[in-house]
């Protein structure tokens, strides 16, 4: 079943592929960094996710360490679970959640560079990846400024607290979305990534950007998800994580459970430039 279901995967994904164009695929996840047997078991998932699609790096939503954070630690809740991946080449780029050291920023296996917030690009692609335990005017001003300059077709935009959330224990940040959703807006982001809540959701789009909520790759608020107009889709019984294709104008994405079940597919159209 499992080989069946990754075949329809690699069908699915390729059917958006535009022909002679090789599409950009990763994975997401968040609050993943506990070091229990959920966590590996979500890694090998996306190991498997990887040997059917594969992708080159991993984004991080925060809370990549829970508990004590000594340089063992990095070994027990990020290189072990994740071994599988690293020693295939995969990267992994953090954000930085509130149960994460500032210093976490300089640990290599993060890829941050020593920077709370950081940019990237891969193919068609900008990434912007932002630090929002403390969103200052700096970083306010650097966010503008590098949405601004973005010449990719697609701008993605990921930090730990979610702006739309439907989960019981935290909800949507007014507060971060009063000052970074016009941000978003005013510079055309297609898809934002958080954690922090520890369930899955995809918000019905907002202003034309689409949220996902991904904070379930550790830890789990089982049954915490207060479903709501806003929730287009959502899985709170287990942990998940994403896999994510982007080719031409189309997003594909699959939300995986532990058990390697589907909980949420989906198309998301690229928004117009303005």
Known sequence: MRHLTCLVLVLLLAAVAPAGQEPLRFAV?????????????????????????????????????????????????????????????????????????PDNRLYAGFNMKGERYYTFARGPVRFVILDTNQLDPKQLGWADDTLARATERWKVVSFHHPLYSNGGRHGSNVELRV????????????????????????????????????????????????????????????????????AGDEMSFRAIARTGRTVDAGVIGRRPST
Request: hydrophobic share 40%; glycine share 12%; no cysteine.
């Open 29 to 101: 996840v968040g609050d993943a960094g506990t070091g229990g047997r959920p966590q590996f078991e979500i890694a090998q998932q996306m190991a498997a996710a990887r040997a059917a699609s594969p992708f080159d790096f991993v984004l991080l939503l925060g809370d990549n360490m829970y508990g004590r954070q000594e340089p063992q630690d990095f070994v027990d809740k990020f290189e072990r679970p994740y071994a599988a991946l690293l020693g295939g080449g995969v990267r992994f780029f953090a954000a930085l959640g509130n149960h994460d050291k």
């Open 179 to 246: 000052v970074l959703e016009p941000l978003l807006v005013r510079h055309g982001v297609n898809v934002v990534f958080s954690g922090h809540e520890h369930i899955y959701e995809r918000l019905v789009p907002q202003k034309g950007i689409t949220y996902f909520v991904a904070g379930s790759g550790g830890q789990l608020r089982k049954g915490d998800l207060r479903r709501s107009a806003t929730t287009a889709a959502g899985f709170d019984e287990d942990r998940s994580f994403l896999l994510v294709e982007i």
